[in-house]
């Protein structure tokens, strides 16, 4: 029985620039004051109070459709950090912690993407990407009886980060709840992808299992896509509905 493990995050931090400190120009032993050596000494202390901030990504990526990457900027100071992508401001973000964060919405399209962040005069950019991946059914709506027995089969096919799938497992979850993975209640049935990245569950090990399962009723599904046993990262389809009749 496979369990899943929690999802992996990747990340990355761009550095922002900071100003150098300010040249000083020579000056004679005779006719610099007694204080510019001290002066001089406090010059990079100034320069390393100024405001920073680097950007971190909760993903390496994130799939089309569904929830978009958290970027998250760690900022020495006070006050909002006004975040933007491809140059189209995202709103202003409280610092909390020295931490202010933004969830990217889940409808851009599959590319990569910059993200900006500016608090003060310091900036930062990060990368990432959203990759074309889809899970569909060929059918998505059905109606059986629970005093039946011969039940339609359902399939449909895997592409990921923008190519077919070759392999890899199809879940299916009642509400969509994978949470324990194959042990939860929530646990239908499982299908293994083929290489041309197709699926299919027979009449019985899916609609079969609804109908004895979980009876009369509506139920809605969805169909989960992972690459391996791991779990760390996947897709899901379109909500499937099963309503069984007496």
Same mark, same amino acid.
């Given at each position: 029985?496979?369990?899943?493990?929690?999802?992996?995050?990747?990340?990355?931090a761009s550095l922002a620039l900071v100003a150098p400190a300010a040249v000083l120009t020579a000056t004679t032993a005779s006719a610099a004051p007694s204080s510019a050596s001290a002066?001089?000494?406090?010059?990079?202390?100034?320069?390393?109070?100024?405001?920073?901030?680097?950007l971190k990504k909760s993903k390496a990526g994130t799939?089309?459709? !569904?929830?978009?990457?958290?970027?998250?900027?760690?900022?020495? +100071?006070?006050?909002?950090?006004? &975040?933007?992508v491809n140059g189209t401001k995202l709103g202003k973000k409280k610092i909390k912690k020295g931490k202010a964060s933004v969830r990217l919405p889940s409808d851009l399209a599959p590319g990569t993407y910059k993200v900006k962040a500016?608090?003060?005069?310091?900036?930062?950019?990060?990368?990432?990407?959203v990759w074309d991946s889809a899970l569909n059914v060929n059918t998505a709506v059905f109606t059986v009886s629970a005093a039946g027995y011969? &039940?339609?089969?359902? +399939?449909?096919?895997?592409?990921?980060? +923008?190519?077919?799938a070759k392999?890899?497992?199809?879940?299916?979850? !009642?509400?969509?709840k994978n949470k324990g993975g194959s042990s939860s209640p929530n646990y239908c049935?499982?299908?293994?992808?083929?290489?041309?990245?197709?699926?299919?569950?027979? +009449?019985y090990s899916f609609l079969g299992k609804v109908a004895e399962q979980w009876g009369v009723g509506t139920h809605q599904f969805r169909a989960q896509y992972t690459p391996t046993a791991s779990f760390s990262d996947y897709i899901y389809?379109?909500?499937?509905?099963?309503t069984v009749t007496p």
């Open positions: 029985m496979r369990r899943f493990a929690t999802l992996a995050a990747a990340s990355a002066s001089t000494a406090d010059a990079p202390t100034v320069a390393a109070r100024k405001a920073k901030i680097k799939h089309y459709g !569904l929830a978009g990457n958290k970027i998250t900027a760690q900022v020495r +100071g006070k006050g909002k950090v006004t &975040f933007s500016k608090f003060k005069k310091s900036k930062a950019t990060i990368k990432t990407v011969d &039940f339609p089969e359902m +399939g449909g096919q895997v592409k990921f980060k +923008g190519k077919i392999k890899g497992w199809v879940d299916i979850y !009642l509400d969509g049935c499982m299908a293994s992808v083929s290489a041309d990245g197709t699926f299919n569950f027979s +009449g389809s379109q909500w499937i509905t099963v």
